[in-house]
């Protein structure tokens, strides 16, 4: 069963909480830098979660007379939002981590302190995996921003477990808060590329290479299957993505001693068949008589 994107950012913001519960008293118990640096992210995770469910909400909004074309991009202010918190949380830990380089202290209480990071890394992950499936299925920016931010905090994690039985066996107590910093520059890249996504989402980025392939097989499909396919002519497609919606906007030439009710009538035909093969797609199709190109075609050949 596949949950809603509300329901699952609602999970999201419990195990959230719980993981804080968990990660935080294992770096009490352990007095471990990697293990409370782990758990300052779990931090950054609620409030993330918090702030995506607040904009899914406001991204499933129906359009209204301000916002004719939806609320889709609220979803893009969850992401970019998440990955400036994820670098704040980095600069925190990189911080604490280099006064603790500085003075190192010893690890106490690691076999509690271990499995309570390694529950709470379970929990994550079985949440990350959701979170994919469902973003996959949603065309959710904001749930795929939630997943890979949870499967980097699964890895810093499993980098962290690592790195304290590393310090356990060695006695280098320089090599816990080394981690930590390891862990927070990991985490700042991962905050980096949910910033550049999101961006790149709010300037109408185009659709995915295999999307735009569906849609170009999808037009010779419709040509080739008409009597009158082989007069028909398809140009100046172009196309972008706004939160869970698409668009693509193309150019339907066809012969110029058509009648208007049955050039209608074909591009109606074309734009569910468009439809069907990209869901969540709007497509919006100009008709020409061939020959003949828009007006904004031929100031950009002029220019």
């Known amino acids: 069963m596949i949950l809603t994107p509300k329901t699952l950012l609602r999970v999201s913001v419990a195990v959230a909480l719980i993981t804080i519960l968990l990660k935080g008293l294992a770096g009490y118990v352990t007095n471990s830098m990697g293990l409370i640096s782990d758990a300052m992210e779990s931090f950054v995770n609620l409030a993330s979660a918090m702030f995506a ?64 990071s390694v529950l709470s890394s379970a929990f994550n992950a079985g949440l990350a995996y959701a979170l994919f499936r469902a973003a996959h299925t949603h065309r959710s920016i904001a749930l795929e921003a939630d997943a890979r931010h949870l499967m980097t905090d699964v890895w810093t994690s499993a980098a962290v477990v690592i790195g304290i039985v590393a310090v356990h066996f060695s006695g280098w107590l320089w090599l816990d808060p080394l981690l930590a910093i390891g862990v927070a520059l990991n985490i700042v890249r991962e905050g980096v590329k949910l910033v550049w996504r999101s961006s790149q ?52 030439h066809v012969p110029g001693d058509w009648t208007l009710q049955h050039a ?16 969540g797609l709007r497509v919006t199709i100009q008709l020409l008589p061939l020959g003949m190109e828009a007006r904004a075609t031929q100031m950009e050949e002029e220019a």
Do not use: C, N
């Not at 659709?207 to 010779?220: F, G, V, Y």
């Not at 209608?264 to 869901?279: G, I, T, Y």
């Open 53 to 116: 469910l607040a904009m899914v909400t406001v991204a499933a909004r129906p359009a209204d007379e301000d916002h004719p074309y939806g609320h889709h991009k609220a979803e893009y202010f969850s992401s970019g939002f998440e990955g400036i918190l994820i670098v704040g949380a980095a600069a925190a830990i990189l911080w604490v981590s280099v006064q603790r380089l500085l003075s190192p202290q010893p690890l106490e209480q690691l076999g509690w302190g271990l499995a309570l």
């Open 201 to 252: 989402g709010l300037m109408d980025e185009a659709l995915e290479p295999e999307t735009i392939a569906t849609l170009r097989a999808t037009l010779d499909e419709f040509a080739a299957r008409l009597p009158e396919g082989a007069r028909l002519r398809f140009d100046d497609m172009v196309t972008r993505r706004a939160g869970q919606r698409r668009f693509a906007d193309l150019h339907m």
């Open 264 to 279: 209608a009538a074909m591009r109606d035909e074309l734009e569910q068949a468009l439809m069907d093969a990209v869901p």
